[in-house]
């Protein structure tokens, strides 16, 4: 696999992921709440859908995502509903004052498994990401290669490509942290990300391939 390839396809895959979806929203929510340097537990759980996710397209099943309706339909909802779980949870808990929320929610207290796990189904919960990864390897695989040390490379270049924009996201969330110690702002942050959660689960539950 030549640098020209790698290049190549880190930067379509960077760009992939930078734009704003569930995932980076959520990185910039934990961002804001816990600090960049917490979140990095989010961006592992992140990290290992992708690989999960990369994986699954590298060993050919994401075939069969696009070939089962069905299939598609499950891990589709099943990430949809998820993400309307979460958004309400974060609306619900606008109700309490900012002080209390960033109190509860300081890194010392915070469950930083449920941090990660919280990452890794918002992540895993997207099968388009899957598709992608499927329709987008073979184009930068070369068949007259070893597979496995090429898919390496790429599945590799992914989870680096996820940590990286997620804490890109996280950071800027921590510089906008201060905005959680303000009531009424803090609230109304909540309430803002909330609705944009939910609103990524109903656009994830009535999207197509």
Known sequence: MSLELIITFSFAVFITSIIPGPSM?????????????????????????????????????????????????????????????????????????AIDNVESASPKDVSLSKMYLQSFFVTAGNPKAIIFFGAVFPQFLNSEMPMAPQAIILVGLCMVSAFVCFMLYALAGQKASFLFTTTSVGKYIKRVVGSAFIGSGVALAFSSK
């Open 25 to 97: 929203l959520l990185a910039l929510t934990h961002g804001m709440q816990y600090g960049a340097k917490k979140t990095i537990i989010s961006a592992l759980g992140n990290v290992s859908a992708t690989c999960l996710q990369a994986l699954i397209s590298v060993v050919g099943l994401g075939a069969l995502l696009v070939a089962s309706e069905t299939a598609f339909e499950v891990i589709k909802w099943a990430g949809a509903a998820y993400l309307v779980y979460m958004g309400v949870g974060l609306i619900r808990a606008s109700r309490a004052s």
